[in-house]
């Protein structure tokens, strides 16, 4: 059984730093595209940043170019979420992901999901 489990979520001041974890089991994924989305209330759910398998290649949410950092442990099966420059805009349950496509900002192309890890951020 494949499961995601975040971690590193919490609250921060903007302009703060968080860094994100996803640990997997149950199935290696060190073929698959991983990714961070994130929903925040009344909004629908958006990618925030993807890493390729080789992590080679990387996208990026444009209101996050700049301040956040996706990388990946294909020996820990993990990938993380480096996070600066905290805004409250950034507030949002943050959801890991893998799927076995190339980099993409769709939700649709990614088959595994995490619970998800709230982040707040205060002004």
């Known amino acids: 059984q494949v499961q995601l489990v975040e971690s590193g979520g919490g609250l921060a001041q903007a302009g703060g730093s968080l860094t994100l974890s996803c640990a997997a089991s149950?199935?290696?994924?060190?073929?698959?595209?991983g990714a961070w989305f994130r929903q925040a209330p009344g909004k629908e759910r958006e990618v925030v940043a993807a890493?390729?398998?080789?992590?080679?290649?990387?996208l990026y949410a444009d209101s996050v170019k700049g301040r956040f950092t996706i990388s990946r442990d294909n020996a820990k099966n993990m990938v993380y979420l480096q996070m600066t420059s905290l805004k409250p805009e950034d507030t949002a349950v943050y959801y890991c992901s893998w799927g076995s496509g190339g980099l993409s900002p769709r939700l649709d192309d990614y088959r595994y999901w995490g619970q998800g890890t709230q982040v707040t951020v205060s002004s």
């Open positions: 149950g199935r290696t994924f060190s073929s698959d595209t």
């Open positions: 890493i390729s398998f080789s992590g080679r290649s990387t």
